[in-house]
Structure formats: C-alpha cells, structure tokens
C-alpha cells in the first residue's frame, strides 16, 4: 500500500501562485509513476502532471503547460506541484496519485525514454484525500 497524503490548497487570485505538497509513504518501491489529478464539480477527472519516480521524467496536461511544475524531493519523499499564473478554470480538488507497477501508467516508449500517462485516471491506484484550490477573479 502507499499512502498519500496532500497539503497546500487554498484560495487566491487569478494571476496568483500556489504550491501543493504530497507527503508520499508506504510501499513506494510498487510505483512507477505519481502526479496529480483535479476534479472540478461536474466534471471528470483530469491528470494534470505525472513524474516518473526512477528518471524524474514528467509529463503535462496541455492546459497547463508552461504555467505548472511537477517535481519531487526523494528524501523527504514529497511531491510538489508549483501552480503559477492560475486561471478560475484551475479551481478544482487536486488529488495525488500514484499507480502500481503492474498494470499502471507508465509508458515506456514515451518521450524522454519512458514518462507516465495522464489520460486514464483507472491506471492510478493510489490517491490522497484531496486538496481544494479556488481561483476567483
């Protein structure tokens, strides 16, 4: 099992900054990949950044490219995502994710060498309790 477990949410202003951090535990050994994921009311769910855990190779929905970083610090095992220029259409839940080696969401034909698919939230196992981020104008 991995366990995870996010923090950073909060509400701010269009054109304003936000970090959110996960705290990542357990079995980490099992994954290949980790991210985020968002959740607006009345929508689906959305990947939004994923990183390999060996290569630290990312990967990025088109919406927010340029605007987001993904990183990871190994030995505090926490995953960031750095959230800049936001936009009201980024208000949503943000969950953490990560998948299982078997059966997840790593591409290794990807760009880089191998990266971690966004499309299919199902290939993620793992996922926190959720953060809220609320960008109001």
């Known amino acids: 099992q991995v366990q995870l477990v996010e923090s950073g949410g909060g509400s701010v202003q269009v054109g304003g900054s936000l970090r959110l951090s996960c705290e990542v535990s357990?079995?980490?050994?099992?994954?290949?990949?980790i991210g985020w994921f968002r959740q607006a009311p009345g929508k689906e769910r959305e990947g939004v950044a994923s990183i390999t855990t060996t290569r630290g190779h990312t990967a990025y929905a088109d919406s927010v490219k340029g605007r987001f970083t993904v990183s990871r610090d190994k030995e505090k095992n926490t995953l960031y995502l750095q959230m800049n220029s936001l936009k009201p259409e980024d208000t949503a839940m943000y969950y953490c994710?990560?998948?299982?080696?078997?059966?997840?969401?790593?591409?290794?034909?990807?760009?880089?060498?191998?990266?971690?698919?966004?499309?299919?939230?199902?290939?993620?196992?793992?996922w926190g309790q959720g953060t809220q981020v609320t960008v109001s104008s």
């Open positions: 994710v990560a998948d299982h080696f078997q059966g997840g969401a790593y591409w290794p034909r990807g760009p880089n060498g191998g990266s971690c698919r966004l499309a299919l939230s199902r290939e993620y196992s793992y």
């Open positions: 357990g079995y980490t050994g099992l994954t290949n990949c």
